[in-house]
C-alpha cells in the first residue's frame, strides 16, 4: 500500500525565516511525485512535479528535491504570501492512477 | 483560459436522498478524477475515468457512482447519501494517465443532515 507522511503536521516562521517541509513515501515503482499548495476553501494548486532521485526544481522562494525515500521543499525568506496548506503526493506506476496524498504541512508566515 | 468549475459549491442534503455533484473541464483532457478531503485523512480518491465510457473504482469509492458521456463531465453521485459522506469533494483532471499534474477544481462542500 502506498503511503505518504509529510511532517511537521504544522508549522510557524517569522517573515524571511527559511525552512523545509518533509515528505517521506513509501510507493511501488515511483511515477511522479507531486507538491501541491492549497489556500483554504480553494483547491489545490500545482507547484512541482519531480521524477527521480537527485532532481531539484524550483520556483520563485520555493524550491523542492527528491531522494528515493523523502522529499522536501524548502522555503527561502519566506513572505506571509506564502502561508498555506503544502500537500504531497504519490502516483506509482501501475495499477489505479490516481495521487496518493499526504494528510499536508499547513504553514503559516508571522510579518 | 481553461478551466475546472465544480457546481454547487455548497450543498446540504438529508441522509438517504441521492445527491450528484457536477463537475465540467475545458482543458480537453481526457483523465479525470473525484478525491474526498477529510480532516485527518488528506485527499482520498473516489473514482477516476480515462475517457468517454470509462470508469474506475479508487480507494474510497462504496456509495458513490460516476458516468462518462463526454469529454467535459465527470458528474459524481451519491447513491443513497449517509453522514460518512460529508467532506470536501474536489474533481480534477489531467492531461497523461501518468507522471503529470492534475488540475484541481474549487470544490464542493457537502453536508449530509
Known amino acids: 500500500e502506498d503511503q505518504v507522511t509529510q511532517s511537521p503536521e504544522a508549522l510557524r516562521l517569522q517573515e524571511g525565516e527559511s525552512s523545509s517541509l518533509n515528505c517521506s513515501y513509501t510507493?511501488?515503482?515511483?511515477?511522479?511525485l507531486f507538491w501541491y499548495r492549497q489556500d483554504p476553501g480553494k483547491g489545490p494548486e500545482f507547484l512541482f512535479t519531480l521524477y527521480s532521485a537527485g532532481e531539484e526544481k524550483e520556483k520563485e522562494r520555493l524550491k523542492a528535491t527528491l531522494t528515493k525515500k523523502e522529499s522536501f521543499l524548502h522555503i527561502t525568506a519566506p513572505k506571509p504570501e506564502d502561508s498555506a496548506t503544502y500537500l504531497c503526493?504519490?502516483?506509482?506506476?501501475?495499477?489505479?492512477?490516481?495521487?496518493?496524498f499526504g494528510k499536508g504541512t499547513h504553514l503559516i508566515i508571522q510579518p | 483560459d481553461a478551466e475546472i468549475t465544480q457546481s454547487p459549491r455548497h450543498k446540504i442534503t438529508e441522509t438517504g436522498r441521492q445527491v450528484t455533484l457536477a463537475c465540467h473541464q475545458t482543458?480537453?483532457?481526457?483523465?479525470m478524477f473525484w478525491y474526498r478531503q477529510d480532516l485527518g485523512h488528506g485527499l482520498r480518491l473516489i473514482h477516476y475515468?480515462?475517457?468517454?465510457?470509462?470508469?474506475n473504482k479508487g480507494e474510497v469509492s462504496d456509495g458513490y457512482s460516476v458516468s462518462r458521456s463526454n469529454t467535459e463531465d465527470l458528474p459524481l453521485t451519491l447513491e443513497s447519501a449517509a453522514s460518512s459522506q460529508t467532506s470536501v469533494y474536489f474533481c480534477?483532471?489531467?492531461?497523461?494517465?501518468?507522471?503529470?499534474?492534475?488540475?484541481f477544481g474549487q470544490g464542493t462542500r457537502l453536508t449530509v443532515v
Open positions: 510507493v511501488s515503482g515511483l511515477r511522479g
Open positions: 503526493a504519490v502516483q506509482r506506476g501501475g495499477g489505479a492512477d490516481g495521487l496518493t
Open positions: 482543458w480537453n483532457h481526457n483523465n
Open positions: 475515468s480515462y475517457g468517454v465510457q470509462d470508469t
Open positions: 480534477a483532471s489531467s492531461e497523461y494517465v501518468r507522471g503529470t499534474e492534475a488540475f
